[in-house]
Antibody, heavy 119, light 110 residues
Framework: EVQLVQSGAEVKKSGESLKISCQGS????????IAWVRQVPGKGLEWMGS????????TYSPSFQGQVTISADKTFNTAYLQWSSLRPSDTAIYFC????????????WGQGTLVTVSS | QSALTQPASVSGSPGQSITISCTGS?????????VSWYQQYPGKVPKLIIW???NRPSGVSDRFSGSKSGNTASLTISGLQTEDEADYFC??????????FGGGTKLTVL
């Protein structure tokens, strides 16, 4: 069974750093992309970027380029989303989602990680 | 890149059919047959219901169908049921090798 399990909710202050994770199981991790998707509560989905686990090729939405870093560790079948300096506007639910050989659609999703940033 | 354009809301009665549009440009929807649709209930994880414009994942009802014409993709739900009441998001692969979502459509089943 394919599963993506994300790390737990985080409460941070503005300016702090953060790294959240998404661990995959039940499939060949290195044959797929993992994307990160942001959702401000009550709002829509925003595609942030994705990483291909086979060679760590990474692509970012222009809206998020330079704002976050996506990385992965094949040893642990885990992808990461990282901020160096959080802002209150980063408060949202962050989903990881699997894609296949091309990052064209997402068939399995993690449960989401709520990140709350106070000023 | 701008979000794809979806109507904010649509509604229908049980048994009816509704269609949700998703409009982009030649650099995304119009340029690739890589449109997907997701269903999301409040507080829940999005679920893939259509991929590559017309394909349904295993287990998704055949009441859901997708199509595309030019820069506009569409999701049609036939035989509307109360359980279909949810938010629906389209997404498209783009020329920049990224994905872009639509703003989402709230479906109300009257």
């Amino acid at each position: 069974e394919v599963q993506l399990v994300q790390s737990g909710a985080e409460v941070k202050k503005s300016g702090e750093s953060l790294k959240i994770s998404c661990q995959g199981s039940g499939y060949s991790f290195t044959s797929h992309w993992i994307a990160w998707v942001r959702q401000v509560p009550g709002k829509g989905l925003e595609w942030m970027g994705s990483i291909f686990l086979g060679d760590s090729d990474t692509t970012y939405s222009p809206s998020f380029q330079g704002q976050v870093t996506i990385s992965a560790d094949k040893t642990f079948n885990t992808a990461y989303l990282q901020w160096s300096s959080l802002r209150p506007s980063d408060t949202a639910i962050y989903f990881c989602a699997r894609a296949s050989l091309l990052p064209t659609f997402h068939d399995y999703w993690g449960q989401g990680t709520l990140v709350t940033v106070s000023s | 890149q701008s979000a794809l354009t979806q109507p904010a809301s649509v509604s229908g009665s049980p048994g009816q059919s509704i269609t949700i549009s998703c409009t982009g440009s030649i650099t995304d929807v119009g340029g690739y047959d890589y449109v997907s649709w997701y269903q999301q209930y409040p507080g829940k994880v999005p679920k893939l219901i259509i991929w590559d414009v017309i394909n349904r994942p295993s287990g998704v009802s055949d009441r859901f169908s997708g199509s595309k014409s030019g820069n506009t993709a569409s999701l049609t739900i036939s035989g509307l049921q109360t359980e279909d009441e949810a938010d629906y998001f389209c997404a498209s692969y783009t020329r920049s090798t990224t994905l872009v979502f639509g703003g989402g459509t709230k479906l109300t089943v009257l």
